[in-house]
């Protein structure tokens, strides 16, 4: 076993990041009381129009029977000017090296943590932003389910990165807000942040998604001005 380093990302409203005598249950329930909604984005390709000019109730059946999404993403609902980050080092006995590639889970869940301290504190809004295209740019047809969500997530970790038995060299100009355009918005979204060209993932506790989705049938068309085209929309029963 080695002392490990392991970094972690807490949201949290302003005045509410943990500090003092810090444990991880007051990270826990810190980045619970930061991040309560997120929405559910599915991203199919459209089946294949056969002339009979299907509508969109039929592609989607289609879709249940037979097809997955490209995307699968969970979107923070995050209030820019209401949050702050927290940085944190968790310190504790491990393996060096693993990588945290599962989809549930935490680097907590297998580290003996010896020690925990504070890194950085830092309100959102005064963190870097940078663009990036979450929806398909491809030329094709494409259904996108979007799904409001009450949801409770753990303290967020870098899954690209591996445990490591030297302390983080932080920088706090390395953070960024990710912003994105979602389907035919007029403004951006925040969608995410990332440490070191790194994305942060909150691993997921429990999502309670709302009782209806919004469905929308688009085309996107990358030699056209407007490159999204909006064909059709419906709310639908989850």
């Known amino acids: 076993m080695t002392r490990l380093h392991v970094p972690v990302f807490v949201l949290a409203p302003h005045g509410q990041l943990p500090s003092g005598n810090l444990d991880w249950p007051a990270l826990v329930a810190a980045q619970a009381a930061g991040v309560r909604q997120a929405r559910r984005l599915r991203i199919f390709t459209s089946p294949e129009d056969d002339g009979n000019a299907p509508g969109l109730e039929a592609l989607i059946d289609q879709l249940e029977n037979d097809s997955r999404p490209f995307c699968n993403a969970l979107v923070p609902e995050l209030e820019i000017g209401a949050l702050s980050l927290g940085v944190y080092e968790l310190q504790g006995s491990g393996e060096q090296g693993e990588r945290r590639d599962q989809p549930v889970g935490h680097p907590a869940d297998s580290l003996q943590l010896e020690a925990l301290r504070c890194l950085d504190e830092v309100p959102l809004a005064e963190v870097a932003n940078e663009a990036c295209w979450f929806y398909p740019t ?100 989850t």
């Open 138 to 237: 491809d030329a094709g047809t494409y259904l996108a389910c979007s799904t409001a969500a009450d949801v409770q997530q753990l303290p967020g970790h870098q899954p690209e990165r591996a445990d490591e038995a030297q302390p983080l060299a932080y920088r706090r100009d390395e953070l960024r807000l990710l912003w994105s355009l979602l389907g035919g918005d007029d403004t951006l979204t925040c969608v995410g942040l990332t440490y070191g060209g790194q994305r942060i993932d909150w691993p997921l506790v429990s999502e309670r998604p709302d009782q209806a989705s919004t469905w929308t049938r688009f085309a996107v068309d990358p030699s056209s001005e407007h490159a999204y085209r909006e064909l059709e929309q419906r709310v639908l029963p």
